[in-house]
Nanobody, 123 residues
Framework: QVQLVESGGGLVQAGGSLRLSCAAS????????MGWYRQAPGKQRELLAS???????NYADSVTGQFTISRDNAKNTVYLQMNSLKPEDTAIYYC?????????????????WGQGTQVTVSS
């Protein structure tokens, strides 16, 4: 069993910064890609950034230059540094990971999600 646990959300004023963390816990697993999504009220969930185990990163155009994703593979943790936050960044932020489980053999990778953390940016 693998769980993703997020932390770091909260209330911040416009122009401020927040750092989200997401740690994977459990045993017998290997993480491929990790990433961050967000979902604002009335909108679809959108991919913000992703990072492979090799360190390759990708960003949505909407957050390029504003958000930075990083990983600590030894800690099975992914971070999202968010700077110059704007009220339109208000949303629930979700961690995602593509994870393989070892059950005597390696299973095909599957999607895992964190519980979500609220980020609210006040004007």
């Amino acid at each position: 069993q693998v769980q993703l646990v997020e932390s770091g959300g909260g209330l911040v004023q416009a122009g401020g910064s927040l750092r989200l963390s997401c740690a994977a816990s459990g045993s017998g697993f290997s993480i491929n890609a990790m990433g961050w999504y967000r979902q604002a009220p009335g909108k679809q969930r959108e991919l913000l950034a992703s990072a492979t185990s090799d360190g390759d990163t990708n960003y949505a155009d909407s957050v390029t230059g504003q958000f930075t994703i990083s990983r600590d593979n030894a800690k099975n943790t992914v971070y999202l540094q968010m700077n110059s936050l704007k009220p339109e960044d208000t949303a629930i932020y979700y961690c995602h990971a593509l994870i393989k489980l070892y059950i005597g053999y390696w299973k095909s990778p599957a999607d895992y999600w964190g519980q979500g953390t609220q980020v609210t940016v006040s004007s």
